[in-house]
């Protein structure tokens, strides 16, 4: 079975984190439907969605991707760098104990989970303003016995790795290429964004299609061309709180 663990948008989403995005107002009520559809995308592509508890005092607790790496073996907890976030943690913490060991992160690394691009048996992590090289290290001492390779990653221009670059295909990568290099990751094809759409390269990838957001239309275009199936979703309330669709689940093989 594949679960994705997911969490309902918070009422206090209006003062979530920014770093890159200036703040706009968001539509609290529009964001909630759009997550719901979003959920809906995970259930018909076949994920179990198990949706946790909201947490009102939490802005971005929607974003549960940033709070761990779930891999075959072990779960890691990690440490965010947004230091409002860090309670998020442990919820998550307790869902996943019930489907894998737990390694958790400890101070001063910090690591967000947005920052991590797994492709088979490599990690491929942002060095960014949330992931610290003390934080990619911490990592590839939990993963090294179980045999992946951890890759750290020059970026610049964006929160997250996977702003910059997301896995579209067996052998595929949708990629922003002004804000990291796509030869780092060798033996890949690559696809380039719009070039007006420069959000545009953050897609959910599971086994019969690909999650994307329906406002990057010239992208979106670029993908099927390519014979990427998509599955269109809008979260334009949720990209205004600098998020993108891997942000919103954590997604794994029980």
């Not at 019969?208 to 992208?219: F, G, K, L």
């Amino acid at each position: 079975m594949q679960v994705a663990i997911t969490r309902a948008v918070s009422p206090s989403i209006i003062h979530c984190e920014l770093t890159h995005l200036e703040r706009q107002p968001i539509n609290i009520d529009l964001a909630t439907e759009q997550h719901a559809a979003y959920e809906a995308a995970l259930t018909d592509l076949g994920c179990s969605v198990r949706r946790l508890v909201v947490q009102p005092d939490l802005p971005d607790s929607v974003f549960v991707e940033d709070m761990a790496v779930v891999l075959d073996e072990v779960a890691l907890i990690l440490r965010s760098g947004a230091p409002s976030r860090r309670p998020e943690a442990t919820s998550v913490a307790e869902a996943l104990g019930e489907y894998r060991e737990l390694r958790t992160m400890q101070a001063p690394a910090t690591l967000d989970g947005g920052d991590v691009l797994r492709i088979d048996r490599d990690l491929y992590i942002g060095v960014s303003g949330r992931s610290t090289l003390d934080g990619i290290r911490q990592v590839e001492s939990f993963v090294m016995p179980f045999g992946y390779r951890v890759h750290p990653v020059e970026m610049t221009g964006c929160l997250h790795l996977k702003s910059a670059v997301t896995q579209v295909g067996e052998r595929m990568l949708l990629v922003n290429p002004d804000w990291v290099d796509g030869g780092v990751f060798e033996g890949m094809q690559r696809i380039d964004v719009a070039s007006d759409e420069p959000y545009a390269a953050n897609a959910l990838m599971l086994a019969d299609a690909v999650i994307y957001p329906a406002a990057h239309r010239a992208t979106g275009r670029r993908l099927e061309q390519k014979g990427v199936p998509l599955r269109l979703v809008d979260v334009t309330e949720l990209m205004k709180a600098e998020g993108a669709v891997t942000c919103c689940s954590l997604i794994f093989r029980t």
